[in-house]
């Protein structure tokens, strides 16, 4: 609730309805929340956070590329569970450093530090992507300038490099936006992977979206993404829940991957909530 309270007032702001109610000064932001007394009390009600942090794709690059050697795959198949806006489903749009060398060309570079660094064969994987699909509960439009602002207020003012990073991102997927649909990706999932087919490796991933599913839904996703590897190839890349990790820390996600047949899971790298690190472990 205080997240949703603070993203009423900057998406106030950003809209220029409010423009003084982040100034620091208590009297403003109290006069904003008096003012739109009725616009944030529905927000606050119906709005629920959501982010789409691109920079998460910074540890996302190295695990579709892994997949895609393991499965000697050279085209993909995208399907994020929980995809916000469906940024992280452009991730081959952007362009990536690391120690061992540079991947892509786009004019969104993203970086970060690596305490054990991406091996140089992963990095001269190429890839294309043949399709995008997002199941969201309440997906976000950034192609219009209400789902633009909405992701933009649940960014703090002061976080210049993200609010940049979000703006690059969206002018890249304006460009040809992935497909979002809404629903229970729990419940929809099954029938997506029904009309895959053997043209592409079908990548499944998420980031922190299971962490708010509950232990028993988790239980099930994995249960149909069993029935569905035992039908024919297919790739799953995810950050850990709490109760899934190895290792015990509580300051960044385990990421892991998984290929059918066979379908075991490896802790592939650690990384940062925000992908702003990672520590390749595989």
């Known amino acids: 609730m205080p997240l949703r309270l603070f993203g009423a007032v900057h998406y106030l702001e950003l809209a220029g309805i409010e423009p003084y109610a982040l100034s ?20 606050i009600a119906e709005q629920g ?24 795959a050279s085209t993909l198949d995208l399907v ?24 892509g060309s786009s004019p969104l570079v993203l970086q970060g530090v690596e305490y054990s660094p991406v091996p140089a064969d992963v990095l001269a994987r190429r890839v294309d992507v043949r399709r995008r ?10 192609t219009t300038d209400h789902g633009a602002r909405l992701l933009h207020a649940f960014i703090w003012p002061g976080r210049v490099e993200r609010a940049q990073r979000l703006r690059t991102a969206i002018g890249i997927l304006r460009r040809e936006p992935p497909t979002l649909v809404r629903g229970d990706y729990v419940e929809l999932l099954p029938s997506v992977l029904g009309e895959r087919d053997d043209e592409a490796l079908t990548v ?19 249960a149909l993404l069993e029935a569905a590897g035992r039908e024919g190839p297919l790739g799953w890349i995810s950050t850990r829940a ?3 990790r190895e290792e ?10 998984g290929l059918w047949p066979g379908g075991e899971r490896r802790f592939l790298l650690r990384c940062d909530f925000h992908g702003n690190w990672l520590r390749w472990r595989s």
């Open 24 to 43: 620091g000064d208590w009297r403003d932001f109290r006069a904003a929340l008096e003012r739109e007394r009725d616009f944030v009390a529905r927000f």
């Open 49 to 72: 956070v959501q982010t789409n942090e691109v920079q998460r794709c910074f540890a996302l690059l190295p695990a579709f590329l892994s997949l895609a050697r393991d499965a000697g």
């Open 80 to 103: 994020e569970l929980g995809p916000a806006a469906g940024l992280n489903l452009l991730w081959d749009r952007y362009a990536y450093v690391y120690r061992a060398g540079r991947w």
């Open 133 to 142: 699909l997002g199941i969201d509960l309440n997906p976000v439009d950034v």
């Open 204 to 222: 499944v991933f998420q980031t922190a979206s299971t962490g708010y599913i509950g232990a028993d839904r988790r239980a099930e996703l994995r």
């Open 242 to 244: 709490v109760e899934e």
């Open 248 to 257: 015990d820390r509580h300051d960044s996600y385990e990421l892991e991957v």
